[in-house]
């Protein structure tokens, strides 16, 4: 008999994650680990039914803590979408700050100054560069019309 788990969408628009039996190609439900409505509430809950598979298994390891298998889940559903760049705010960050502009109580402004430090180009390609390194979004006008201040 074959444990995995699977989810399973509602009617209310919710996913129920379920721990599924397979045998002699039967499907028995032998446990729900829960229902949620976000992609955090899911992750979650796959990353709760990753662990309790192999209790349920009987193949669990014994040297691992459920700490470790919490980590381990988390870096696992970890992605470069999810990562920024920091090295230029620790390093032109600084600069920034020792020359006096950290007085200045815009935090847009820091970003650009930053930014154009880091990656020169154009100010549309700064918009580009803001969203890719700093995961800031922000509209052309939006820069144009701070820049005029």
Do not use: C, W
Not at 10 to 19: D, E, K, M, P, T
Not at 85 to 108: N, Q, S, W
Not at 126 to 142: A, C, M, P, S, W
């Amino acid at each position: 008999m074959e444990h995995v788990y699977s989810g399973k969408k509602n009617r209310s628009g919710s996913v129920s994650i379920q721990i599924i039996a397979k045998q002699g190609g039967k499907h028995r439900l032998i446990k729900t680990i829960g229902s949620g409505r976000t992609n955090e509430e899911i992750t979650y809950l796959h990353q709760r039914a990753r662990q309790e598979l192999p209790r349920m298994q009987g193949t669990m390891d014994l040297f691992a803590s459920e700490e470790d298998a919490l980590v381990e889940s988390y870096v696992s559903s970890l992605g470069n979408s999810r990562a920024q760049v920091i090295g230029p705010e620790l390093i032109f960050g600084r600069i920034y700050d020792r020359i006096g502009y950290g007085r200045i109580a815009r935090e847009l402004f820091r970003h650009l100054v930053i930014i154009r430090l880091y990656h020169p180009g154009s100010k549309l390609k700064t918009i580009d560069n803001l969203q890719r390194f700093l995961g800031i979004h922000k509209k052309v006008y939006e820069i144009y019309r701070f820049l005029d201040q």
